[in-house]
C-alpha cells in the first residue's frame, strides 16, 4: 500500500482486507471508523481473541456452539424424528428464521467437490448414519444449495440413505420471490414448472 497511513493503520487495513467481501475501500472505512471508536476497538479485539478458543461444534449436529450441546440440540421439545441437513451453520441460521421447522439439524461443513479435494469423508456422514440409526429418523431433508456441488453431495446422501425406512426429500427450487420470469434460467424455470403447487383443485366434468 502506498505511504500515507501511519504502520498499524496500514496493518489493519491489510488485514481487513484479507476478509471475504471486504475491499481496500471498505478496509480503509472501517479501519478509520474504528480509529474513532477506542471503546469499540476494545470490545471488538476481545470478541476476536476469543472466538476460536470458545466457540466449538456441537458433539450431535456439529453447528457452532460454546457448550457440548448446540442450543437447537438442547431443545428437547423438537420433533426427534426429522433430521435437515444443511451445508454450514449461516443456512441453518437462515432456516430457523422461517420459525417453519421444529425438527433437529446435521451441519456438514462441506460439500462433495473432487476439485477442491473434499470427498466423503470429509463430510462426516458415520456421524450422521450413527443419528440416523440412534433416533429412528423417519424424515431427512436436503437443504443443500442447487449448486453442482450441493446436488452432487444431496444425490449422494440419498444413495447413502436409500436402504433406510425412511422418507427423503429436498427443498423445491423455483424462481425467487419478486423476480420476473424472463430473468429465471431455464434450469430454475424447468424446476419451478416440475414442483409447481396447486392453488384449486379442478371440480371436472363427469
Ligand atoms: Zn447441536
Redesign the pocket.
Known sequence: MEKGYPYTLKKLIEFLSTLPGIGEKSAQRLSLYLLSKPELCEILGDLIKELPYKVRL?K????L?EDE??E??KERERDRTKLCIVESPMHLFQIEKTGLYRG??YVLHYLLSPKEGFGPKALGLDTLLKIIEEREIKEVILALSPTLSGEATASYIAELLKDYPLTISKLACGIPMGMEIHFADPLTLKSALQKRESIKRGNFYE
Open positions: 456441537c450431535e449436529c456439529k453447528n456452539s450441546l448446540c437447537i440440540c433437529y439439524y
